[in-house]
């Protein structure tokens, strides 16, 4: 089993930053790719962005020169450095991760339970 557990949201003026964090616990064998989505009320959940195993990195349109995504694969960590933020970049951002668990040769998904990044104007 797998539980992620995310950190760093709050409220911020915009043109402020934030950075969230999210680590990995529990037993598993290995982590593929990790990545960060959010949701605004009435919206369908959306990748903001994510990251391989190997460093490789996809960021949304609407974030990027101003989101930066990066891991600790020997923390399980993966972290949002979030600048310039905006006032459409307030939404609940939940934490992604594709989980092998020992035995199975395939991933599986994890998610983390969610926090709040409010941005005011």
């Known amino acids: 089993q797998v539980q992620l557990v995310e950190s760093g949201g709050g409220l911020v003026q915009a043109g402020g930053s934030l950075r969230l964090s999210c680590a990995a616990s529990?037993?598993?064998?290995?982590?593929?790719?990790m990545g960060w989505y959010r949701r605004t009320p009435g919206k369908q959940r959306e990748l903001v962005a994510s990251?391989?195993?190997?460093?490789?990195?996809n960021y949304a349109d609407s974030v990027k020169g101003r989101f930066t995504i990066s891991r600790d694969n020997a923390k399980n960590t993966v972290y949002l450095q979030m600048n310039s933020l905006k006032p459409g970049d307030t939404a609940v951002y939940y934490c992604?991760?594709?989980?092998?668990?020992?035995?199975?040769?395939?991933?599986?998904?994890?998610w983390g339970q969610g926090t709040q990044v409010t941005v005011s104007s």
């Open positions: 990251i391989t195993s190997g460093g490789s990195t």
């Open positions: 992604n991760a594709h989980v092998q668990l020992h035995g199975n040769a395939y991933t599986t998904p994890a």
């Open positions: 529990g037993s598993f064998f290995n982590i593929d790719a």
